[in-house]
DNA sequence: ATCGTAGGCTTACTGTGTAAGCTTGTCAAG
DNA sequence: CTTGACAAGCTTACACAGTAAGCCTACGAT
């Protein structure tokens, strides 16, 4: 079966060729594929057959599959929300990772992504920048920036971790609190139970407040801030 | 070669039957392993290894390979100090969450397994119900209980896995501070850069201080005891 | 007309978790 | 002493994983 050139076949090539496949293109499907199903669903070869190509053929635009990691995390980070510096520094933060919560909250799988050993990318690096920045411009000296930097990231990705790998669905929270009540020897964990309890008959889903922690975060910050102006 | 039961062959196969390999063996070697290789170090393969036995023959002491990884979880959750409830509130879940956070680091590999989506053992169990415990003593009502552990929580996973998860060694934080602080596009990265050379000039060491977040939010939570009781 | 190149495919190798079934020493009951 | 159930371990096998190496073919510039 020689060159062959004519008719159909070369449409379906040239069809083929118009959109050959590009970086981008991979990463967004990596993502959805993420969402959908979780991380761990993502394989070079269910990547590869997601975009209509075999699984080696990636590796013409990824180099590695911490190469796929890396951009996806990279791509959530762009999500973020730059703090703005015209504002309050407190406002500001506060909305940045509210936001930024929000984001992790829609790609359950980006937290311990962003977290793990991977290099930070350009969005990511950028997304640092404007929240030292903020800091900086607050007033805090360089190793505060550092340490409230440390601590607002901690909150962030240790909230979200915990509140997207709950071993139940937060919707089905109460009837798995419940159950929790009933199952834990009351003699040994009367704090649990009480607990439990109290998810089991709130009305309003599970106690999960990203706002509790950032704002003692926030005011210990401020004060800090005010104490030290004096 | 029909029934042999004299001998050194006996000898051999009693003293095997003689520690016939049980659960805590199997998680003490994963530990170890997970300590000096890392976790993506355990395999069913070495971890049989380790032991002295082919991979299958672990599946007669553990079900899974989950089995073992909610095993060594557990074993860490064991290490932790038990916050006391005889003592003040608040040195008592600051001497636990540092001691917490001290554990961690010498598991770098728990964090992300304590935070996963696996079932808290009876170790974990224990600890949470001491916390909850100590926490509703103080007199937080139970909203505020699981706010506060929440927020408490978030810190110390948060912070550790940040702390466990840098791209480089923390003893060379100075020399890849130094080899950032040039790399980057100085005028895209100001506040960055700065940040950098604090940290390539300093002598003590990289600033990561769980302290500094830990007690932002235990100085929030007493204050708002405090006014609380009013 | 030729040829380098880029996008894609095929094949193959090693390493993973684990299902299924086999072997063999131990120990209690007959 | 025999027998047979049982538990610990081993062997084999399978369906996945990531990815190295090399081939095939249409496109674009010369």
């Given at each position: 079966m020689p060159t062959r050139r004519a008719g159909i076949a070369r449409d379906a090539f040239t069809a083929r060729r118009r959109?050959?496949?590009?970086r981008g293109a991979i990463l967004e499907a990596a993502i959805s594929m993420a969402d959908e199903?979780?991380?761990?669903?993502?394989?070079m070869r269910r990547l590869g057959q997601r975009v209509g190509v075999e699984a080696m053929s990636l590796y013409k635009h990824v180099s590695d599959k911490d190469d796929v990691l890396a951009g996806i995390a990279d791509r959530v980070a762009g999500e973020f929300v730059i703090p703005s510096r015209e504002t309050d520094w407190r406002d500001s933060l506060r909305a940045s990772y509210l936001a930024a919560h929000q984001v992790l909250m829609r790609h359950p799988w980006a937290a311990s992504l962003l977290e793990s050993t991977l290099q930070p990318g350009p969005a990511r690096l950028a997304y640092l920048e404007a929240v030292v920045g903020v800091l900086h411009d607050a007033g805090f000296n360089l190793l505060d920036v550092a340490h409230a930097f440390g601590a607002l990231d901690s909150h962030l990705y240790g909230f979200t971790l915990q509140a997207t790998s709950l071993p139940f669905d937060v919707s089905e929270a109460p009837e798995t609190a419940a159950a929790l009540a009933e199952a834990l020897p009351p003699e040994q964990f009367p704090n649990l139970i009480a607990m439990a309890s109290m998810v089991a008959e709130a009305d309003d889903g599970y106690p999960l407040d990203f706002t509790f922690g950032l704002d003692l975060l926030l005011d210990g910050l401020a004060r800090r801030l005010a104490s030290q102006a004096t």
């Amino acid at each position: 079966m020689p060159t062959r050139r004519a008719g159909i076949a070369r449409d379906a090539f040239t069809a083929r060729r118009r959109a050959p496949l590009n970086r981008g293109a991979i990463l967004e499907a990596a993502i959805s594929m993420a969402d959908e199903d979780g991380l761990e669903a993502v394989t070079m070869r269910r990547l590869g057959q997601r975009v209509g190509v075999e699984a080696m053929s990636l590796y013409k635009h990824v180099s590695d599959k911490d190469d796929v990691l890396a951009g996806i995390a990279d791509r959530v980070a762009g999500e973020f929300v730059i703090p703005s510096r015209e504002t309050d520094w407190r406002d500001s933060l506060r909305a940045s990772y509210l936001a930024a919560h929000q984001v992790l909250m829609r790609h359950p799988w980006a937290a311990s992504l962003l977290e793990s050993t991977l290099q930070p990318g350009p969005a990511r690096l950028a997304y640092l920048e404007a929240v030292v920045g903020v800091l900086h411009d607050a007033g805090f000296n360089l190793l505060d920036v550092a340490h409230a930097f440390g601590a607002l990231d901690s909150h962030l990705y240790g909230f979200t971790l915990q509140a997207t790998s709950l071993p139940f669905d937060v919707s089905e929270a109460p009837e798995t609190a419940a159950a929790l009540a009933e199952a834990l020897p009351p003699e040994q964990f009367p704090n649990l139970i009480a607990m439990a309890s109290m998810v089991a008959e709130a009305d309003d889903g599970y106690p999960l407040d990203f706002t509790f922690g950032l704002d003692l975060l926030l005011d210990g910050l401020a004060r800090r801030l005010a104490s030290q102006a004096t």
